[in-house]
């Protein structure tokens, strides 16, 4: 039992005790007691230290003006401590945005009027607090969360994982609305004559066009709203989110949806040589269904060549001018892959930095203003490259140049687009990672085997993520086969011509089952597949009714990335299923044999 003075029962308390025992006497607590609290009954009283501290500020008011970052807050400060006590002198005023300290005003006085003037980093939501100090923080008050900044509709959407950007056309830095009026016989543009639903029409483009890092020599026209780079077969008319399996690869979808111009309304194109533009116009084509909603609007294409960007990509212009019904359409963009895009809405539900699609309005969508970080360059040893019928092989060198900077992880891959046009591998598959500022120069060896068919071929290099289809670079050069052979042996095998350290020694950062090339296929397909760490990897075959009818691989294997061809040939045509296994990771992909 610690004694006090005075006693208890005898007067105020006013020191710090350890310990008081009640059943010894009473006592009173002033106002300004260093004790708070009492204990539970049955329980001695215990006693804890309290600090004055000043009121909190009062007042407190946030000022914002239309489109601008910034925000008054003004209040008056405190006069008082917790105590009741008299506030004598404030040491300083805290400002907090986002319960982030951003400010501490000096030089404030006792009941004064506070202010400060706050810039935001971005638009958005931000809540303050301002707390009065002395020797600690004193109580604080505050704000009701408020929008700071110009509306979020001013800003582009995007950038997708590639970089491109949508620029509404009230945004700043939008292309104004202007219609480019096409549709013959009053416009210069040529029709497509469809007359079956879900019919896709393939034209050839008037110039090369690079969209997602990749160059396009033709555009297909489809019935139900979109344009996809390249050619295609697909018609599809369901409408799905951006960026999906479903629907083309290489999608501009200005209005994805069930349409019917086969019963109404005329699509054309046109190429504008003086202003170096190709148009595709979809002139009142009537919507399957409301059959009373009819869309006008169009997709233009601008010539790299004379609309110049930093990565050689090409924009976009969406324009709209006339809708009626956009209950069930998709509006973007999307890559090769599929995996990366930009979604401006679905279904009438739009991104938050997209203002809506209605009449009269445009969507410009830019590449990348920066240059993307690694490019890749191929040499071959000698040209012209003829290979022989029985096969062959050919040397070229691949140089990865990175600017100086950080330190770069990147995939390269290497593929071959055959005669006829239809692509074979990647051939060459690894995921690097390049020190800052150095880059990689390594001597390679392809072979040709003697069944590749007679004609002209040409071999591509790509840098980027291969998984999404984000392409950063790109580089090819042609070689001829002078036969075929008709055998079926020999590979596509590409490896290094030096010894030395292996291209591509990174290990990946996951594991990852990849996209077999080509797919669908026949006979023979190449499946990639990355290892973060050596294990046992088993990558097997099945049909759609579960039965294992190829093992391309059941051992160890050491981290990086592999790949493996599957040679169907003995397979009837179907779809089968691909499972990778490592450990307790396991990832499958559906194939389709084409025979």
């Known amino acids: 039992m610690q004694t006090f003075a005075p006693s208890p029962g005898t007067g105020d308390l006013t020191l710090n005790p350890n310990f008081v025992n009640p059943a010894q006497g009473n006592f009173a607590l002033a106002a300004a007691s260093p004790l708070i609290g009492a204990g ?22 946030i000022l914002t003006q239309p489109n601008q970052f910034t925000a008054q807050l003004s209040w008056t400060n405190p006069t008082h401590n917790t105590d009741g006590s008299a506030l004598a002198s404030l040491g300083s005023v805290q400002v907090f945005r986002n319960d982030e300290l951003i400010t501490t005003l000096t030089g404030m006085t006792p009941g004064g009027a506070g202010q400060y003037t706050d810039t935001v980093p971005l638009q958005g939501n931000y809540r303050y607090k301002v707390v009065a100090v ?49 549709t013959p016989p009053a416009g210069p543009g040529t029709a497509l004559a469809f007359t079956q639903d879900d019919q896709t029409f393939t034209v050839d483009l008037p110039f090369a066009f690079q969209y997602y890092g990749l160059d396009y020599g033709q555009v297909s026209i489809c019935a139900n709203g979109w344009v996809a780079l390249g050619a295609t077969t697909d018609t599809d008319y369901s409408n799905s989110s951006i960026p999906d399996a479903d629907g083309p690869p290489a999608m501009l979808a200005p209005f994805w949806e069930d349409l019917s111009p086969q019963q109404s309304g005329t699509v054309s194109h046109y190429y504008d040589s003086a202003e170096h533009r190709f148009v ?59 995996a990366v895009g930009l979604e401006l809405g679905q279904d009438n539900s739009f991104a938050p930095t997209t203002a809506g699609i209605h009449d009269s309005t445009a969507v410009l969508f830019v590449p990348p203003a920066q240059a993307f970080p690694v490019a890749v ?131 990946p950062a996951a594991f990852a089952l990849c996209q077999a090339h080509p797919n669908p296929f026949n006979p023979e397909t190449a499946v990639g597949y990355r290892l973060p760490a050596p294990g046992l990897v088993s990558l097997r075959v099945f049909d759609t009714a579960g039965r294992v009818v190829a093992t391309l691989l059941d051992g160890w294997r050491e981290a990086g990335a592999h790949e493996v061809t599957f040679d169907a040939s003995g397979l009837p045509s179907g779809i089968y299923f691909v499972r990778l296994a490592a450990g307790e990771a396991s990832q499958v992909q559906k194939v389709v044999l084409l025979k």
């Open 134 to 182: 002395t020797s600690a923080n004193g109580l604080y008050t505050f704000t009701r969360e408020m929008y700071i900044g110009p509306p979020m509709t001013a800003l582009p959407t995007g950038p997708d994982a590639y970089g491109y950007l949508a620029l509404e056309s009230d945004d700043p830095g939008g292309q104004p609305f202007a219609w480019i009026e096409i």
């Open 280 to 338: 595709v116009e979809f002139y009142r084509v009537r919507q399957y269904t409301p059959a009373t909603a009819f869309e006008t609007f169009e997709v233009v294409l601008y010539d790299p060549a004379h609309h110049p960007t930093v990565t050689g990509d090409g924009k976009i212009l969406f324009q709209w001018l006339d809708l009626s019904d956009l209950s069930g359409a998709t509006f973007g963009i999307e890559n090769h892959a599929e």
């Open 40 to 61: 539970q009954f049955g329980y001695d009283m215990g006693a804890v230290s309290y600090t004055v501290r000043p009121k909190n500020p009062t007042n407190l008011q």
């Open 377 to 507: 360059n191929l040499t071959p040893a000698g040209t012209p490259i003829v290979i022989p019928a029985a096969g062959g092989s050919f040397n070229y060198t691949l140089v990865l140049s990175p600017p100086p900077g950080n330190p770069a992880t990147l995939d390269v891959w290497v593929d071959v687009v055959l005669p006829n046009g239809s692509l074979y591998g990647p051939v060459l598959q690894r995921t690097v990672t390049l020190p800052a500022g150095q880059g990689q120069s390594r001597a390679m060896t392809q072979a040709v085997p003697g069944g590749a068919p007679e004609g002209d071929y040409q071999y591509r290099a790509f840098t980027g993520d291969y998984d999404l289809g984000v392409v950063w670079s790109t580089d090819q050069f042609s070689f001829t086969k002078s036969g075929a052979d008709g055998s079926s042996s020999g590979s596509w095998a590409c490896s290094e011509a030096e010894p030395g350290a292996a291209f591509g020694a990174a290990a």
